[in-house]
């Protein structure tokens, strides 16, 4: 299964962090797809915002799952990746960090949320949809 992952990107504040969830769903069997890290290359390239959402819409359909990651309540890209895995009915799984509240607007979508302290915490609930 292929994982289409997102999550807030703040340049080399956090990359290491995309790169830890990256990697967790790897640990779950999963194979991985990010696209800030495999389409942008950790940088803005997209000028034209329907040019970023088609390769968006592309990716997501080469994927057979949504990893989103709500701890920092998102709003503007992710929202939209979210709403457009909803639209071709694929699994979303939303992760948040265990002390944090959220819009309960994400169960609406969420096949599962998954609380998680570090992101090893979500390999189990991974690898238990795989089963």
Known sequence: MKMYITARFKGNENKQ???ALCAAVRSAGMDDFCFIRDVENWQKIFDDPIELWERSRQALVGCQAL?????????????????????????????????????????????????????????????????
């Open 67 to 131: 990893l989103i990651d709500i701890s920092d309540a998102p709003s503007g890209g992710r929202v939209v990746e979210a709403g457009m895995a909803y639209a071709l009915e694929l699994p979303i799984f939303v992760i948040i960090k265990n002390d944090l509240s959220y819009k309960d607007v994400y169960r609406g979508i969420a096949t599962e949320v998954i609380l998680y302290e570090t992101y090893n915490d979500i390999i189990p609930a991974l690898k238990k949809y795989l089963q």
């Open 17 to 19: 962090d995309i790169e």
